[in-house]
């Protein structure tokens, strides 16, 4: 009774906004900013990321719906999906979050999904990290940019991978010193509930993401979820957003879980290993039949694995439960051109686009059968639309480039191969494409100007990589290392659960 009652005034503090500040001198936002883009560029050299634009989308979109009910933002969210099959998310500074797909496939709703999103922002709005890296420090930003990226992939990706980007020995303390302290945690959940309630949705979804979490815990035993090593929990911390939950309540809100289970859907069938997947969307199709998902699912897993009769038979069954439906529709075209019948999945795109003009996949299955149905003005016209809608849609332009290639237009051609390249981190063919486009764009001044801006953006990167390589060098000859200790205060002593 006594801990139940501590408990519930530590929240009614939380709630009424009686936090201290962290304690201690923080880094400037400007040098949070700093660190955070270092450290974000060298993790996203590493981290394999999902581009299906539907679950991009999808996971962006529902930040933008928290965004506005967080009440401090000290940098805009900028949110990945992670091609890992992790039970995992983090926040780095300058506001940069990563969703691993292996978290949103094991919650079961948006709500739940909502609730370690918001708790993620939450970090980054009380700026813990921040309070690891205080102005005490003798470490330069370059030098804690390259260490909390090698301890973010060593925590995340692989230990050897951390230890080859973080100095010294430090990767071997990866968990214990990304782990937030039990305070972090309780503001992120006190900053989580404040927001997703005021977003609408139910705090017991943020309660039920706990317990699944939770649970995993126990079931695993000593191979605990990366999400709980780097976020320990506890059954305190779950009775203490049960109190939030009875106490408060938020308002009634309810919500369509229909695109979380699209999403999820897609996640499963196109990124999990083809087994697991199958294994997945079987049972549950077996657990109720007349559940649509389990069906759109196991016909992207059949287009997947090359099975196309199978995957259009499965969309047929599909079309019962989604008539006249765009991922419906959408599937069933591409299959159709992967078959190589171009014209009837002309017609059946254009379906799908009538019902969303600006589907981005739609779009580029039209423009592929264009292109090899030998409608070249056509398929250039799709594709164009679909680089203006997104700037990084790699495949886009190198459709696009190859469109143009067989237009004879070598200049543009050169111009969006070399971006396509770019975006996939190409640089070697990046750059022979680029340089060829400068050339070819003598007469058109905008277009070679955007393909010599592209060179210049990847000479900043590898002079950067180049600088920072040297840098490094120079440390491990010249100096005994950082004081580590000095630098994460905190997280000494094992990280408490």
């Known amino acids: ?263 999820q859907t897609r996640l499963i069938s196109l990124y999990d290993a083809e087994g697991q997947a199958k294994t997945i969307l079987a049972r549950r199709r077996l657990n109720d039949p007349k559940d649509p998902f389990p069906i759109y699912g196991l016909a992207l897993l059949a287009m997947r694995q090359h099975q196309y009769d199978m995957a259009l038979g499965f969309l047929q069954a599909l079309a019962k439960y989604w008539p006249n439906d765009l991922y419906q529709l959408r599937a069933q075209g591409v299959c159709l051109l992967l078959m190589g019948q171009n014209q009837q999945a002309e017609r059946v795109l254009q379906q799908a686009l009538d019902l969303r003009p600006d589907d981005q996949d739609s779009l580029l299955a039209l423009g592929q059968a264009y292109q090899r149905e030998g409608k070249l003005a056509q398929a250039r016209g799709v594709l164009d639309k679909l680089v203006k809608l997104d700037v990084t849609n790699h495949a886009a332009m190198y459709e696009l480039g190859v469109t143009y290639g067989r237009l004879g237009q070598v200049g543009e051609a050169s111009l969006y191969l070399g971006l396509a390249f770019k975006h996939r981190r190409n640089y070697r063919s990046a750059r022979y494409h680029l340089n060829r486009a400068v050339d070819q764009l003598a007469g058109k001044p905008q277009l070679q100007q955007k393909a010599q801006n592209a060179l210049e953006e990847i000479d900043d990167t590898a002079d950067r990589r180049k600088k920072k390589k040297l840098k490094e060098e120079e440390e491990q000859q010249g100096s005994p290392g950082p004081n580590w200790s000095s630098l994460f205060p905190a997280l000494d002593q094992p990280a408490r659960r």
């Open 1 to 263: 009774m006594a801990l139940r009652l501590l408990c519930l005034l530590l929240i009614v503090s939380l709630i009424a906004g009686m936090v201290p500040p962290p304690a201690g001198a923080l880094i400037t936002l400007e040098e949070e900013r700093k660190i955070g883009r270092d450290s974000f560029d060298q993790a996203m050299a590493q981290i394999p990321l999902v581009d299906d634009p539907d679950i991009v989308n999808y996971v962006r979109d529902l930040a933008k719906q928290l965004e506005a009910f967080v009440p401090q933002k000290p940098f805009p969210f900028r949110i990945y999906v992670a091609d890992l099959p992790d039970l995992n998310a983090f926040a780095i500074p300058g506001g940069y979050i990563f969703m691993f797909r292996g978290m949103m496939t094991s919650l079961e709703s948006e709500g739940e999904l909502a609730g370690v999103m918001a708790h993620e922002m939450g970090h980054v709005w009380r700026r813990h990290l921040a309070k690891r890296l205080q102005k005490s420090t003798p470490v330069n930003i370059a030098s804690l940019a390259g260490l909390l990226a090698g301890l973010l992939l060593g925590g995340v990706v692989s230990p050897a991978l951390g230890q080859a980007v973080t100095m010294g020995s430090i990767a071997g303390g990866v968990q214990q010193q990304l782990a937030f302290s039990r305070e972090d945690e309780q503001e992120a959940d006190w900053a989580a509930f404040k927001t997703i309630t005021a977003a609408g949705y139910p705090p017991k979804e943020m309660e039920k993401s706990f317990h699944r979490i939770w649970k995993q815990e126990q079931y695993l035993g000593g191979d605990v979820p990366v999400y709980l090593r780097t976020h320990p929990t506890s059954p305190q911390r779950i009775e203490n957003m049960a109190n939030m939950t009875r106490v408060w309540g938020g308002k009634p809100g309810t919500y369509d879980n229909h695109r979380f289970m699209l999403v």
